[in-house]
C-alpha cells in the first residue's frame, strides 16, 4: 500500500515556476513507476508526467522541456519542476502510480497560473 500526499502549489504568474513535491508512504515506493496528474476545472484528469523506478522520465508534449520530474527512492518522495507557467497549466496535481491506482488519490495541490 502506498500513501500520497502533494505540497508546493500556489499562485504564480505566467513565465513563473513552482515545485511540487509528493511525498509517499509505503516500503514498496521504490518499485512502482509514478507519475504526476493534474486536473483542470471542466475537464478530465490527465498524466502529464511520470518516471520510472530507475529513473527514467517521459512527458506529455504540452509540458515538455518545461517541466522536470524526479524521484528519491531512499526518502520516498518525487518532485515536479515547472517552469515557464502558462495559463492552461492551472489545475489541480496529483501523485499516483502510472497507471494510477483508484485507492491512492490524494489531496492534491493547487496551482493557479494568472496575471
Known amino acids: 500500500q502506498v500513501h500520497v500526499v502533494e505540497s508546493g502549489g500556489g499562485l504564480v504568474q505566467p513565465g513563473g515556476s513552482l515545485r511540487l513535491s509528493c511525498a509517499a508512504s509505503?516500503?514498496?515506493?521504490?518499485?512502482?513507476?509514478m507519475g504526476w496528474y493534474r486536473q483542470a476545472p471542466g475537464k478530465q484528469r490527465e498524466l502529464v508526467a511520470f518516471i520510472t523506478s530507475g529513473g527514467v522520465a517521459n512527458y506529455v508534449d504540452s509540458v515538455k522541456g518545461r517541466f522536470t520530474i524526479s524521484r528519491d527512492n531512499i526518502q520516498n518522495t518525487m518532485l515536479l519542476q515547472m517552469n515557464s507557467l502558462k495559463v492552461e497549466d492551472t489545475a489541480v496535481y496529483y501523485c499516483?502510480?502510472?497507471?494510477?491506482?483508484?485507492?491512492?488519490w490524494g489531496q492534491g495541490t493547487q496551482v493557479t497560473v494568472s496575471s
Open positions: 509505503g516500503s514498496i515506493f521504490r518499485a512502482y513507476v
Open positions: 499516483n502510480t502510472a497507471p494510477a491506482r483508484a485507492d491512492i
